[in-house]
């Protein structure tokens, strides 16, 4: 158990919708990022939040957005859902923003079916 | 081309083989580089990082790293069927202001009991 905890584990939406994400990082850590997996495409990286501000961005579509709350929870908010956002998607946390190897420890995913 | 290259496989070797895998990377920016395993449909678990080029042991697993050659490699030895996971490296690089992870696509690996 890594510490990181995702919510829901599953998630079975249709075309079209919206849906939230959310993550509880690890006690103690600042840094939340956001990952999409799925079959072809391996981990891409979404977004990273550190102690509540955006700090860099990767391949986010701008249907998807992302915010950090003061308790340091995290929710991925995905909207007008397409078939090809079907995919797991992580959440990791880490301690700091520069410090070190800045491990990341990773969430156990949210699976999502869009139909 | 993409900036770290990783085998797919699948590989398969019986138990108690040598097992190898490898990465190679084409950004000298990178400075860490980690290795973790991932369980079908879990998250991904960190199993070692190393910052330096040479060899880091930890057990059955010896993560190598040649920044010379941009290569590293992760060698697991008298490998388990428990072994048996997707195998990613990871490279970790400073962007802008905070530090950013950068994987492979992972190397499926199987061990037959």
């Not at chain 1, 600042?30 to 550190?50: A, E, R, T």
């Not at chain 1, 955006?54 to 859902?81: C, M, T, V, W, Y």
Request: aromatic share 12%; charged share 15%; proline share 4%.
């Amino acid at each position: 158990d890594s510490g990181v905890t995702q919510t829901p584990k599953h998630l079975i939406t249709a075309t079209g919708q919206r849906v939230t994400l959310r993550c509880s990082p690890r006690s103690g850590d600042l840094s939340v990022y956001w990952y999409q997996q799925s079959l072809d495409q391996g981990l891409q990286f979404l977004i990273h939040y550190y102690n509540g501000e955006e700090r860099a961005k990767g391949n986010i579509l701008e249907r998807f957005s992302a915010q950090q709350f003061p308790d340091l929870h995290s929710e991925l908010n995905l909207s007008s859902l397409e078939l090809g956002d079907s995919a797991l998607y992580f959440c990791a946390s880490s301690v700091g923003r520069l410090a070190g190897s800045n491990t990341q420890y990773f969430g156990p995913g949210t699976r999502l079916t869009v139909l | 081309q993409k900036e770290v290259e990783q085998d797919p496989g699948p590989l398969s070797v019986p138990e108690g083989a040598i097992v190898s895998l490898n990465c190679t990377y084409s950004n000298s920016a990178f400075q860490y580089f980690m290795w973790y395993r991932q369980y079908s449909r879990k998250g991904p678990e960190l199993l070692m990082y190393t910052y330096s080029s040479g060899n880091k042991e930890d057990g059955r697993f010896t993560a190598q790293v040649d920044k010379s050659s941009k290569y590293i490699s992760l060698f697991i030895r008298d490998s388990q069927p428990s072994d048996s996971a997707t195998y990613l490296c990871a490279m970790s690089w400073i962007s802008g202001s905070a530090r950013q992870l950068t994987f492979g696509s992972g190397t499926q690996l199987t061990v037959l009991p």
